[in-house]
């Protein structure tokens, strides 16, 4: 099920603004560790083009009951893309 549009940046527990954690098409990659070489990585990324197609986060608030193990630890799966959407134009990491 896909919702409405929203913005990318909230309040986290801490009352800090940061980039949308969670399940999500497009938008900017939330990291949960803001390492340097992980931040140039991203940067370098978009720089060559490619946008974010879809980030998978740990199942939680309007996600549906999830039984057993989810293949991403507590981290989150960022999945990148560029046009023409070949099969050299996708990229991904795993940060966690």
Do not use: N
């Amino acid at each position: 099920m896909l919702l409405e549009p929203t913005e990318d940046w909230v309040e986290d527990d801490d009352g800090q603004q940061v980039i949308r954690p969670e399940h999500k098409i497009g938008g900017r990659p939330h990291l949960v560790r803001e390492q340097p070489a992980l931040l140039a990585s991203v940067d370098d990324v978009r720089k060559k083009g490619y946008l974010l197609i879809a980030q998978f986060d740990f199942p939680s608030g309007e996600d549906a009951v999830v039984s057993g193990d989810w293949p991403f630890a507590d981290g989150i799966l960022t999945l990148f893309g560029r046009e023409p959407f070949g099969e050299r134009d996708w990229c991904w990491y795993w940060d966690f």
